[in-house]
């Protein structure tokens, strides 16, 4: 089993940037590959980014594409997420997971708790 404490969220303006923390405990967090997904109230989750295992391999949705960037720390086992210019529609509940190299959430077997990113205007 792996289990994922997410931390790093907030508030921020407009513009502003946050990085979103992962960290993993457990066995094979370093063969998972790390998938970023959000919710906004009332809509359906979301595909944000995903970081390949080891191929270095990583995907954006093209909302968040050249302002959010994904890394992750093997000694630290954590993953991060650096969201720069944060834009009002980024607000939601921030997911992290682990699994298959993927856009889908249907291919992650581990979830975080989530964290709140609100952005005002």
């Known amino acids: 089993q792996v289990q994922l404490v997410e931390s790093g969220g907030g508030l921020v303006q407009a513009g502003g940037s946050l990085r979103l923390s992962c960290a993993a405990s457990?066995?094979?967090?370093?063969?998972?590959?790390m998938g970023w997904f959000r919710q906004a109230p009332g809509k359906e989750r979301e595909f944000v980014a995903a970081?390949?295992?080891?191929?270095?391999?990583?995907n954006y949705a093209d909302s968040v594409q050249g302002r959010f960037t994904t890394s992750r720390d093997e000694a630290k086992n954590t993953a991060y997420l650096q969201m720069n210019s944060l834009k009002p529609d980024d607000t939601a509940v921030y997911y992290c997971?682990?699994?298959?190299?993927?856009?889908?959430?249907?291919?992650?077997?581990?979830w975080g708790q989530g964290t709140q990113v609100t952005v005002s205007s």
């Open positions: 997971a682990g699994g298959l190299y993927s856009i889908s959430q249907d291919d992650y077997d581990y």
């Open positions: 457990g066995r094979s967090f370093s063969r998972l590959a």
């Open positions: 970081l390949h295992w080891n191929l270095g391999s990583a």
